[in-house]
T-cell receptor, first 112, second 115 residues
Framework: GEDVEQSLFLSVREGDSSVINCTYT??????LYWYKQEPGAGLQLLTY?????DMKQDQRLTVLLNKKDKHLSLRIADTQTGDSAIYFC????????????FGAGTQVVVTP | SAVISQKPSRDICQRGTSLTIQCQVD?????MFWYRQQPGQSLTLIAT?????????ESGFVIDKFPISRPNLTFSTLTVSNMSPEDSSIYLC????????????FGPGTRLTVL
């Protein structure tokens, strides 16, 4: 199967770290992505990781990949109110360029 | 990164009519993709649009309902035909670009409401 699962909701205090988790089932996935969607807006590509890596850091964002457990996480350091959004993880379907299997999205709410 | 624009940004349409959505990219790309995001849902791929060939549709989507054009490497259209309220969704254009075509970008989306 090609299911991607995420928790639906995360509440975090401003200044704390957020960790959003995702599991996927396609063991041959090559790339995994994180997108941010603010209300009424399209999808913003935040970061992505190749499956032969186990970590990628980009400013406040850290992606961890555990390929054995098919688990992906996105950590946002020093979370700000502007980070409030829905975060989608997605895996590239094997041999299907441009076809991404998305999770349901995690609503992140940042409180002062 | 690729910059993608879509027109219209939103529309309200009557049942039985058709709407054509345009997607423009600021650079030439080989493949363009059309996704749908139903209310409160995640994204689903409708079809892949390559220049010079017929679009390739995913299971559950057909050309008669969602005809696609791809006249050049920077532009594509998606038509939602004979609309019903179940077609109310956000329709997003997407391209792969940059870093060995491993970055995938999305347009701002077209929010369609069918009455």
């Amino acid at each position: 199967g090609e299911d991607v699962e995420q928790s639906l909701f995360l509440s975090v205090r401003e200044g704390d770290s957020s960790v959003i988790n995702c599991t996927y089932t396609d063991s041959s996935s090559t790339y995994l992505y994180w997108y941010k969607q603010e209300p009424g807006a399209g999808l913003q590509l935040l970061t992505y990781i190749f499956s032969n890596m186990d970590m990628k850091q980009d400013q406040r964002l850290t992606v961890l990949l555990n390929k054995k457990d098919k688990h992906l996480s996105l950590r946002i350091a020093d979370t700000q109110t502007g980070d409030s959004a829905i975060y989608f993880c997605a895996e590239r379907v094997t041999d299907s360029w441009g076809k991404l299997q998305f999770g349901a999205g995690t609503q992140v709410v940042v409180t002062p | 990164s690729a910059v993608i624009s879509q027109k219209p940004s939103r529309d309200i349409c009557q049942r039985g009519t058709s709407l054509t959505i345009q997607c423009q990219v600021d650079s030439q790309v080989t493949m363009m993709f059309w996704y749908r995001q139903q209310p409160g849902q995640s994204l689903t791929l409708i079809a892949t649009a390559n220049q010079g060939s017929e679009a390739t549709y995913e299971s559950g989507f057909v050309i008669d309902k969602f005809p696609i054009s791809r006249p050049n490497l920077t532009f594509s259209t998606l038509t939602v035909s004979n609309m019903s309220p179940e077609d109310s969704s956000i329709y997003l254009c997407s391209v792969v670009s940059g870093d060995g075509d491993n970055e995938q970008f999305f347009g701002p989306g077209t929010r369609l409401t069918v009455l």
